[in-house]
């Protein structure tokens, strides 16, 4: 009899401890599903085909020009995410560019374009959106 208990106590332990080892045994994540493979579409819209590279900096722009086209993009997308008045010459960055002296003009240039790109590349984009709404 004295064997028995001293059975049925780890036997009891292992019973009630088993179900907690296997749920969380389940709930560890394994590796990450695949990401799924999707096929390019046959027929592209023409709106994409003549946007598609609109925020590309110039292969002609110096480094001052490309800098500022980028800083000039950004701008334009702050401005139309927060609904501000459109205005390149309006920003401290073309105000006071962070290129060396000599490099201002080119910097303020490459904003100037960035600017008005991005800002037709958006406005563009919210027209076709109304005209895809309307019956």
Do not use: C
Request: aromatic share 12%; hydrophobic share 25%; charged share 35%.
């Amino acid at each position: 009899m004295k064997n028995i208990k001293w059975f049925s106590i780890p036997a009891l332990a292992l019973f009630i401890a088993a179900p907690v080892a296997t749920k969380a045994a389940a709930q560890e994540p394994g590796p990450p599903p695949p990401a799924p493979q999707y096929s390019a579409p046959q027929y592209q819209d023409q709106y994409q085909d003549r946007d598609r590279d609109w925020d590309r900096t110039p292969d002609t722009y110096r480094d001052p020009q490309r800098q500022g086209f980028r800083e000039g993009v950004e701008a334009a997308r702050r401005d139309y995410m927060d609904r501000r008045h459109a205005d390149a010459d309006d920003h401290q960055v073309y105000k006071h560019p962070p290129v060396d002296e000599h490099d201002r003009g080119e910097f303020r240039e490459g904003f100037k374009v960035g600017y008005r790109r991005a800002m037709d590349h958006m406005k563009h984009a919210r027209d076709r959106d109304r005209d895809y709404d309307r019956p």
